[in-house]
């Protein structure tokens, strides 16, 4: 290959590069990184109130609503609530944990489709510090180092929730 045909390559490839992709596009909501984002926010993220979500002022545990001791490092001061969709849980306006309300088209950064069900979950995310508990007819799964938890109704193998919270 010439000097000049090289050139050009190399020209197009950075402009091309430059060139591509909106810029300010809105997050995906259909990517979960555990421990990290879902549902378009990030764990950490400053929490902007729009007529969407509801506010719920209330000091509490996360424990203290899915009564799993596991959950006891998860303080908040209040909750969003943006209907049918997704719940905040935040402390300091800081978002500590979100917990995801739809599986349908949920990826996640290892691409588990949670549509998938429960079953399929534990077997890609492999049972090396998995925490599986059991209320009722209830179940979760939960990896705490990973920063994520999966929430089974009636254990019929079908996501119901998912949460994502700070490792």
């Known amino acids: 290959m010439n000097f000049r045909k090289a050139a050009a390559i190399l020209c197009f490839i950075q402009i091309s590069c430059i060139s591509s992709g909106p810029t300010g596009s809105s997050p995906d909501i259909n ?32 424990k203290e609503i899915i009564k799993i001791e596991a959950f006891s490092s998860l303080n908040f001061d209040s909750i969003l609530y943006k209907q049918d969709s997704v719940i905040l849980f935040v402390e300091n306006k800081s978002i500590i944990a979100i917990a995801g309300l739809k599986s349908e088209r949920r990826i996640t950064s290892d691409a588990v489709k949670l549509s998938a069900g429960t079953g399929n979950f534990v077997q890609n995310y492999g049972t090396s510090g998995l925490e599986t508990f059991t209320i009722s007819n209830h179940t979760v799964h939960m990896y705490k180092a990973t920063g994520i938890a999966v929430f089974d109704d009636n254990s019929d193998d079908i996501i119901n929730m998912y949460m994502i919270f700070r490792k």
């Open 31 to 62: 990517l979960i990184v555990p421990g990290k984002t879902a549902e378009g926010y990030s764990i950490g993220d400053t929490i902007q109130i729009n007529d969407e979500i509801n506010i719920i002022t209330v000091p509490g545990n996360i």
